[in-house]
């Protein structure tokens, strides 16, 4: 079937939930080891060298097929960038948060520091330079959702025990609530930033959300309107925006559905059919398990690709990002599976 919409129209008519040649094929984080060497990126300078960055994650369109452009590669550019420890990983591990504030005003929420940042840089002119060669692909910077940065800005473990206690306790919600607004201001200035460079989508993780982490009751009291906040600043600039959540979400499907987020993202811990009933309008987009895209056969790619997509998926989409070691063959037989798909059922 000849293609009549480009990648970005596709992604964005899914996102208005309008009616699209195929289903788009969309990736989270993308760290492809695969990728990084043969764009010739070095670790670890393709986290804050905007050229390495943009030269890596376009391949996963230029070469995979892949509908949308993402950078940068992990979830640390606004922890680092506010000054937090950072333990930058391996080709093959994602950079992970290390350290934490004591208390809310000892972050600084000044936007010109923060968007010098190298981390924050890059990623910024990562997003100009795919937009610039790649205008026909969905660009579509990663960053870390309001109720996970606040997680990292007080710390996972804080994050989690005052979720426990919060709900029936007005002094720990007071300073919940402290530790949320701090991490709305960085997000509101990084999603700005983003948008003036030239995103189509924002892609926000809020993994930490998940039920694994808080208790549901939390994550409706206090994450979804955060999530809420968040995503009506980035419509009134003009900007969707698709919200990814860890873990089994089925028991806060129905809160993800109304934070006015464009499509939500799942994991393979959830069935797809059930939570897409749930969403009702909101597309629903996931649960391939990433890990097929190392060692899964072509025909377990496909079968976990079609299962997805009967089972009301708007795109199809790896559970939690795209591991790093995957290879470039399997990631085109799953390209290869949804177009399949689609010719069958569009
Ligand atoms: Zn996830």
Redesign the pocket.
């Given at each position: 079937m000849q293609d009549k919409m480009t990648s970005r129209e596709r992604v964005l008519a899914m996102l208005r939930r309008e009616p699209v040649d195929r289903v788009p094929v969309i990736s989270?984080s993308a760290m492809v080891a695969e990728y990084i060497k043969k764009s010739g990126g070095v670790f670890p300078d393709y986290h804050n060298d905007s050229e390495m960055m943009a030269n890596a994650a376009s391949l996963m369109h230029k070469d995979a097929g892949v509908d949308n452009i993402v950078v940068p590669f992990g979830m640390f550019v606004e922890s680092i960038a506010l000054g937090l420890e950072v333990k930058m990983g391996r080709i093959d591990i994602q950079p992970s948060v290390k350290g934490f504030f004591e208390k809310p005003e000892d972050v600084n929420p000044d936007p010109d520091k923060f968007l010098a940042d190298p981390y924050v840089r890059a990623t910024l002119e990562a997003t100009e330079l795919a937009k610039e060669r790649f205008p026909d692909a969905a660009i579509t910077p990663f960053l870390v959702g309001p109720v996970t940065l606040s997680g990292y800005l007080m710390g996972v473990q804080k994050l989690a025990d005052l979720s426990c206690k919060s709900l029936h306790q007005e002094e720990v919600m007071d300073e919940i609530i402290e530790w949320f607004s701090r991490a709305l201001e960085i997000n509101k200035i990084y999603a700005r930033a983003c948008i003036e460079a030239g995103a189509d989508v924002l892609y926000y993780?809020d993994?930490s959300a998940?039920p694994n982490l808080l208790i549901p009751d939390f994550y409706y009291q206090v994450g979804v309107p955060a999530e809420i906040e968040l995503g009506e600043f980035i419509h009134k600039l003009g900007c969707p925006w698709e919200l990814?959540?860890?873990?089994d979400t089925t028991p806060i499907i129905e809160g993800m559905a109304t934070t006015g987020a464009d499509c939500l993202s799942v994991?393979q811990a959830v069935d797809m059919a059930e939570v897409v009933k749930i969403a009702g309008d909101v597309p629903v987009v996931g649960n391939v398990t990433p890990l097929l895209m190392i060692d899964g056969t072509e025909e377990q790619i496909r079968e976990e690709t079609r299962r997805g997509l009967d089972g009301g998926a708007k795109a199809s989409k790896l559970?939690?990002?795209t591991p790093s070691p995957s290879s470039p063959e399997r990631l085109k037989q799953w390209v290869k599976a949804v177009a399949d798909w689609s010719a069958e059922h569009l």
């Open positions: 989270g993780s993994a998940s990814h959540i860890c873990g994991e559970g939690c990002g």
